[in-house]
């Protein structure tokens, strides 16, 4: 779970605690396998397919259904609005082939089910189409770095917005200057006047918008249903079943596989397995695991690779 087990210490842990324990051992399945059971905060007022967001084959158990969150998700509508300026200039910035003043920009959505939405963006330096997905991704990686000021935007009730752009689920639209109200033009200086058109996003929720929406699934609960038939809305009619088989004996769990090393502190003596064999009982104290000539090394983190005393030697494992 995205908090930690940290969760457990606070009010409501214990209940979480009991919710999971109550249904260890079931799974979804469709065709005799374990399904993508992908999920989000919050969809809005409905979901979408897998193929309509991230591309490929479509799933039957991820297509769109409707999430009772009006009232309850505070993400279930948004507005984000930016000058068309600083559009061009995020899209720019995260690589993509724009630039210039904006001249239109189309959003081309379609029907559900039928693939990914795109954006025709036509500039003064030329026009490109860039899918909508990558609009997020590029709003969400750029947009608070060059207008901190300005994004995230506010939500409604006044509060930030978690990212640029929350979610997959917008319509995006651009008002050219000339369709600004001439009361804002008559406050701008003429050479400003041409970069003031702005780009509005109206969207819902928050995260992909696959699978069980989060605050759906309160709203549902809420309403007086059970964790199955919550999961059999969300997940196209599929019921929790024993896992049987598909539930293995021994879970690993791989944590920074990109680092080059990891720290590590213990209060006492600990022991080491390495591919299941034992290597040690080692010392307590802070160590640190690295790589060097191609073997993993334990050694004592001051003063590594010399050891803190004899007693605490580098160890190939």
């Known amino acids: 779970m995205y908090a930690g087990i ?8 214990e209940r979480w605690l ?10 979804l399945t469709y065709d005799g396998q374990p399904i993508l059971a992908v999920y989000s905060s919050s969809a809005g007022s409905r979901t979408m397919a897998v193929q ?3 591309g490929g084959a479509a799933l039957p158990y991820l297509q769109p259904v409707d999430s009772p969150e009006e009232g309850v998700s505070p993400y279930a509508s948004w507005e984000v609005q930016v000058p068309s300026h600083a559009f061009v200039d995020i899209l720019r910035s995260d690589g993509h082939d724009v630039g210039g003043e904006l001249l239109d920009l189309v959003h081309v959505v379609l029907p559900e089910g039928e693939g990914r939405a795109t954006v025709r963006i036509t500039t003064t330096g030329g026009a490109t189409t860039v899918l909508a997905s990558e609009i997020k991704g590029a ?8 207008y901190p000021d300005l994004l995230p935007g506010l939500r409604p009730d006044g509060k930030r917005l978690p990212q640029a752009l929350p979610s997959y689920n917008f319509a995006v639209s651009y008002t050219a ?3 600004l109200p001439q009361g804002v033009l008559d406050y701008l200086l003429p050479e400003d006047a041409t970069r003031v058109g702005s780009v509005s996003f109206v969207g819902q929720g928050w995260g992909h918008n696959l699978g069980m929406s989060q605050y759906g699934a309160l ?3 809420q309403d007086g249903a059970d964790y199955r038939e919550i999961l059999a809305h969300y997940y196209g009619g ?3 079943e024993d896992a049987g088989s598909h539930l293995p004996d021994r879970v690993v769990v791989g944590l ?12 006492g003596r600990f022991e080491l397995v390495v591919d299941g064999l034992p290597v040690g009982p080692i010392a307590g104290g802070t160590w640190s695991v690295y790589l060097h000539d191609g073997e993993l090394v334990l050694a004592p983190s001051i003063g590594y690779p010399a050891p803190a005393d004899p007693g605490r030697t580098p160890i190939a494992i």
């Open 6 to 13: 940290g969760y457990l210490d606070e009010p409501s842990g």
């Open 139 to 146: 709003m969400n990686r750029q947009g608070s770095n060059l």
């Open 52 to 54: 309509d967001v991230w």
């Open 177 to 179: 200057r000339s369709d």
């Open 238 to 240: 599929l019921i929790p």
């Open 18 to 27: 009991a919710a999971v324990e109550r249904t260890g051992g079931e799974i």
């Open 256 to 267: 920074g596989w990109e680092l080059n090393s990891v720290t590590v502190s213990a209060s």
């Open 219 to 221: 709203a549902m609960a």
